[in-house]
């Protein structure tokens, strides 16, 4: 990762774990995501989807398979409980 990543990735931290309140499967997605630092780019290309997938599944619109939300936990290292809320 780089610096200007690191930079961004604190940015978004700092801005948006502050507005989450976690609940919902695409909330607690980018909770999790934010706080190992990751961008939805990053987390795209560790789950071989695209950042578009990642993107609707945080919004709400489309839900990963279980497949994927087996392999989100394991990158996110986060419990069921917790990713499905």
């Known amino acids: 990762m780089t610096t200007k990543s690191v930079v961004i990735c604190r940015q978004l931290n700092e801005r948006d ?3 989450i309140k976690g609940g919902t499967l695409g909330d607690n997605i980018k909770q999790a995501r934010l ?20 993107s609707q599944w945080e919004k709400g619109v489309r839900e990963p398979d ?3 939300v087996v392999r989100l936990r394991e ?10 809320g």
Do not use: D, P, W
């Not at 706080?35 to 990642?54: D, G, I, R, Y």
């Not at 990158?75 to 499905?84: D, K, T, Y």
């Open 17 to 19: 774990l502050a507005v």
């Open 75 to 84: 990158i996110l290292q986060v419990s069921f409980e917790r990713l499905l």
């Open 66 to 68: 279980i497949e994927t």
């Open 35 to 54: 706080e190992h630092q990751m961008t939805q780019t990053m987390l795209a290309q560790a789950l071989f989807v695209s950042k578009q997938a990642v």
